[in-house]
């Protein structure tokens, strides 16, 4: 089943302008991870954030993890047409679970 | 570069036939993972191997196999008895099944003919 669930399901944003993407999932987890993935290509792991944490930072992105309310968010900041993806969250549980990947939020950014 | 393969690009398979997916990765990860990925969806985990010669079903393994005979590799099967393969099949690793972020590779699209 899948454990993390993005919204929007698609965001259409004009160059410059800030992307922000919501998580949820529904067990408490040990961490949260962000991956991008370009049309017909793999995925390219983005952040992880661990359960003790509650924000961090890489280059123009953000991610903030409330674990009371089972969320996390994703922000682009100062975004560029390169940033034009699919954008998946996956949560991780401990033990032989791995990851679960959400469906994703796919994100256009608009020249 | 290290990092990890997937061949061929676009496979195609006739009603019936099995196809076998290639997944090599020379980044020395013990752990490595097959998902598949339908239209507009996440990613479903059809099997993980933790270390050589050992190997568990994910969520969705029916009709699909595999082997973990060497560190590097790990094919995937794609038997007739899996009733819908058509889908985009990614291969991933990790340095272990831990907190650790996956590695992915480009995919293989299977269709059937």
């Known amino acids: 089943s899948q454990q993390g669930e993005e919204d929007p399901q698609a965001l259409s944003i004009q160059e410059g302008e800030n992307a922000t993407m919501n998580c949820s999932y529904k067990t408490s987890i040990n961490n949260l991870q962000w991956y991008r993935q370009n049309s017909g290509r793999g995925l390219v792991h983005l952040i992880l954030?661990?359960?003790?944490?509650r924000e961090k930072h890489s280059g123009r992105l953000r991610v903030t993890l409330d674990t009371s309310k089972k969320s996390s968010s994703l922000l682009i900041t100062a975004s560029r047409a390169a940033d034009t993806a699919s954008y998946f969250c996956a949560t991780e549980r401990g033990g032989a679970d791995g990851l679960t990947f959400g469906k994703g939020t796919h994100l256009i950014i608009q020249p | 570069d290290g990092g990890i393969t997937q061949s061929p690009k676009y496979l195609f398979r006739k009603e019936g036939q099995n196809v076998t997916l290639s997944c090599e990765q020379n980044l020395n990860h013990d752990a490595m993972y097959w998902y598949r990925q339908d239209p507009g969806q996440g990613l479903r985990l059809i099997y993980y191997?933790?270390?050589?010669?050992?190997?568990q079903k994910g969520d969705i393994a029916e009709g699909y196999s595999v082997s973990r005979e060497k560190k590097e590799s790990f094919p995937l099967t794609v038997t007739s008895a899996q009733k819908n393969p058509t889908a985009f099949y990614l291969c991933?690793?990790?340095?272990?099944?831990?907190?650790?972020?996956?590695?992915f590779g480009d995919g293989t699209r299977l269709s059937i003919l």
């Open positions: 191997s933790q270390i050589v010669n050992d190997f």
């Open positions: 991933a690793s990790s340095i272990d099944r831990g907190t650790q972020p996956q590695h």
């Open positions: 954030i661990r359960s003790n944490e």
